[in-house]
Nanobody, 124 residues
Framework: QVQLVESGGGLVQAGGSLRLSCVVSGGTFSSFTMGWFRQTPGKERELGAAVSRTGSSTYYTDSVKGRFTISRDNDKNTMYLQMNSLKPEDTAIYYC?????????????????WGQGTQVTVSS
């Protein structure tokens, strides 16, 4: 069974940085398009960033573009989200997700596999 485990969340001040990691087991990592979703109470879950199977293509929602960087290491079965210049509005539970869909259909759900989430809190 495919499992995704996130780590790296925490509490930081505005302007600080965090690096999230997602380790995938039980599947062929290089066959998955990967993404980071985030959800805040009272708001709909949104796709914050996604990366293609080889890492050659990336997507960012407008609110994080220029501040967040998504990447993957297929040799380590791991996806990363480097978050810089964090803002209080970035506070959310961040979920690692994987889909067997290719890049052309991966930016619209559903994703197939999900982690349990990691809390990111940015104080003002």
């Amino acid at each position: 069974q495919v499992q995704l485990v996130e780590s790296g969340g925490g509490l930081v001040q505005a302007g600080g940085s965090l690096r999230l990691s997602c380790v995938v087991s039980g599947g062929t990592f290089s066959s998955f398009t990967m993404g980071w979703f985030r959800q805040t109470p009272g708001k709909e879950r949104e796709l914050g960033a996604a990366v293609s199977r080889t890492g050659s293509s990336t997507y960012y929602t407008d609110s994080v573009k220029g501040r967040f960087t998504i990447s993957r290491d297929n040799d380590k079965n791991t996806m990363y989200l480097q978050m810089n210049s964090l803002k209080p509005e970035d506070t959310a539970i961040y979920y690692c997700a994987a889909t067997e869909r290719g890049w052309s259909r991966s930016l619209q759900g559903p994703y197939d596999y999900w982690g349990q989430g990691t809390q990111v809190t940015v104080s003002s």
